[in-house]
């Protein structure tokens, strides 16, 4: 497929698709397509040969039907983690429903979906029970799409490892909710790699693959690696599950983007692992990558950054 617009290419696991699918193109032919309100978001994106921004808004139905438009296919990324229930509604529920209709309207069929494992309508969080029901508002007779769950992502730059692996450079204990929240760590590329065949494997359509990588951890598995490959592992302190609430909504009300919600508390209460119960990376030739393998590199660079911040405060305190 040479004509791809992706939307929230501008994000963690966007970039790495484009980075991805112009790689596979060699740099010459196709075009990639990816819209952004603001252009300070895509600036890393321009060096990229056969990728192309847009400054468009994707929830205007006008701009999303002008951006569909003679398409080949259409990569859907957007998806936010915290927010009220109206903004997982129009970001996970109304944008594919939307989509769906433009889709249908302008002929594109051939859609790729990002949702999330553990996507239930019956789920314990509003972001599950709105990744499933934007699931749903895709699944159109005319539409030729493949959904993939990825579980927790990570790769250089992600907000999940590198979080945990900055606030150990700065706290000296790790207080943790949910520290026995399961999770089955998925690298970035591995998912990039797992949508770029998904547009090229028309038996992936109407399937549904979980992303996940070769192992289970707990959160405070993870949690205590990220520290010890950046080399200043802190000590867990597992809260009871109230206190966990609690530092929820208290990091709920601080300003600026919270590092946890009360939803996020709830979407953990479900194992984030594979269900065995539908196709895999496997389905697509993908031998999934060991965290082991990507995080020591990954996040060594925090622990020297780290270790040169300490020198400086010596130096200037000295």
Same mark, same amino acid.
């Given at each position: 497929?040479?004509?791809?617009?992706?939307?929230?290419?501008?994000?963690?696991?966007?970039?790495?698709?484009?980075?991805?699918?112009?790689?596979?193109?060699?740099?010459?032919?196709?075009?990639?397509?990816?819209?952004?309100?603001?252009?300070?978001?895509?600036?890393?994106?321009?060096?990229?040969?056969?990728?192309?921004?847009?400054?468009?808004?994707?929830?205007?139905?006008?701009?999303?039907?002008?951006?569909?438009?003679?398409?080949?296919?259409?990569?859907?990324?957007?998806?936010? =983690?915290? !927010?009220?229930?109206? /903004?997982? @509604? #129009?970001?996970?529920? %109304? *944008? $594919?429903?939307? +989509?769906? &209709?433009?889709?249908?309207?302008?002929?594109?069929?051939?859609?790729?979906?990002?949702?999330?494992?553990?996507?239930?309508?019956?789920?314990?969080?509003?972001?599950?029970?709105?990744?499933?029901?934007?699931?749903?508002?895709?699944?159109?007779?005319?539409?030729?799409?493949?959904?993939?769950?990825?579980?927790?992502?990570?790769?250089?730059?992600?907000?999940?490892?590198?979080?945990?692996?900055?606030?150990?450079?700065?706290?000296?204990?790790?207080?943790?909710?949910?520290?026995?929240?399961?999770?089955?760590?998925?690298?970035?590329?591995?998912?990039?790699?797992?949508?770029?065949?998904?547009?090229?494997?028309?038996?992936?359509?109407?399937?549904?693959?979980?992303?996940?990588?070769?192992?289970?951890?707990?959160?405070?598995?993870?949690?205590? =690696?990220? !520290?010890?490959?950046? /080399?200043? @592992? #802190?000590?867990?302190? %597992? *809260? $009871?599950?109230? +206190?966990? &609430?609690?530092?929820?909504?208290?990091?709920?009300?601080?300003?600026?983007?919270?590092?946890?919600?009360?939803?996020?508390?709830?979407?953990?209460?479900?194992?984030?692992?594979?269900?065995?119960?539908?196709?895999?990376?496997?389905?697509?030739?993908?031998?999934?990558?060991?965290?082991?393998?990507?995080?020591?590199?990954?996040?060594?660079?925090?622990?020297?950054?780290?270790?040169?911040?300490?020198?400086?405060?010596?130096?200037?305190?000295?």
């Amino acid at each position: 497929m040479s004509n791809i617009l992706i939307l929230g290419g501008s994000g963690f696991v966007g970039s790495v698709l484009c980075e991805t699918l112009v790689r596979r193109s060699g740099g010459g032919g196709g075009r990639i397509s990816v819209p952004s309100r603001r252009s300070a978001r895509v600036k890393h994106l321009l060096t990229l040969p056969t990728v192309e921004v847009v400054q468009a808004d994707v929830h205007d139905d006008a701009e999303l039907a002008r951006l569909v438009a003679g398409r080949d296919a259409i990569v859907n990324l957007v998806a936010i =983690l915290h !927010g009220s229930e109206a /903004d997982f @509604e #129009r970001t996970h529920v %109304a *944008l $594919p429903r939307r +989509l769906a &209709r433009v889709c249908l309207a302008a002929g594109v069929p051939r859609v790729v979906h990002v949702s999330a494992l553990a996507a239930d309508a019956h789920a314990p969080s509003i972001y599950l029970r709105s990744k499933a029901a934007g699931e749903v508002a895709l699944q159109q007779p005319a539409l030729a799409v493949t959904i993939l769950r990825p579980s927790v992502i990570f790769g250089a730059g992600d907000s999940f490892l590198n979080l945990f692996a900055r606030l150990q450079a700065v706290l000296p204990v790790m207080p943790l909710a949910c520290a026995g929240a399961r999770f089955q760590p998925v690298w970035v590329d591995d998912v990039a790699e797992a949508i770029v065949r998904s547009l090229a494997d028309p038996a992936t359509v109407g399937k549904t693959l979980e992303c996940v990588g070769p192992r289970v951890y707990t959160l405070a598995e993870l949690v205590r =690696l990220a !520290g010890r490959w950046s /080399d200043h @592992e #802190r000590p867990v302190l %597992a *809260l $009871p599950a109230a +206190l966990g &609430r609690l530092q929820a909504r208290i990091m709920e009300w601080l300003p600026g983007e919270p590092l946890m919600s009360i939803d996020n508390v709830r979407s953990m209460q479900v194992a984030n692992v594979a269900s065995g119960q539908g196709p895999g990376l496997e389905q697509l030739g993908i031998e999934s990558t060991a965290l082991e393998a990507i995080g020591p590199g990954m996040l060594a660079a925090i622990g020297e950054q780290a270790r040169l911040n300490r020198w400086r405060a010596a130096v200037h305190g000295g």
